[in-house]
């Protein structure tokens, strides 16, 4: 009896733990905290039709959204059509937010 009981907690913290992980959450917002970042766009990786905008060293990163129909490349640097859009992997960004903590 205590043995499934055991099994059965084990199971429960397994099943809290994958969730938990399965729920993080990275938009590769930037710190804004090199010369390299200000005025360069860092897609939002969790929207692609936004992107991040650091307008001034260690200021906030501003989030933009796109015009309708068109998705944040960012290997353009730019707003494209999605029929020319192709989904690549993020890049990380040069620096990230003060706080900010890994998955």
Sequence with gaps: ??????????????????????????????????????GRPQRNCIDPTKYWMCS???GEAELFKCQPNTGFSQDRNA??????????????????PTGWQSC
């Design 1 to 38: 009896m205590r043995f499934a009981a055991l099994l059965l907690v084990l199971a429960v913290c397994l099943c809290l733990a994958s969730n938990a992980l399965g729920q993080c959450i990275d938009t590769y917002k930037p710190g804004c905290k090199l010369p390299v970042e200000v």
């Design 56 to 58: 001034a060293l260690n």
């Design 79 to 96: 707003c494209i059509s999605w029929i020319d859009w192709v989904w690549k992997p993020c890049i990380e960004p040069p620096s990230r």
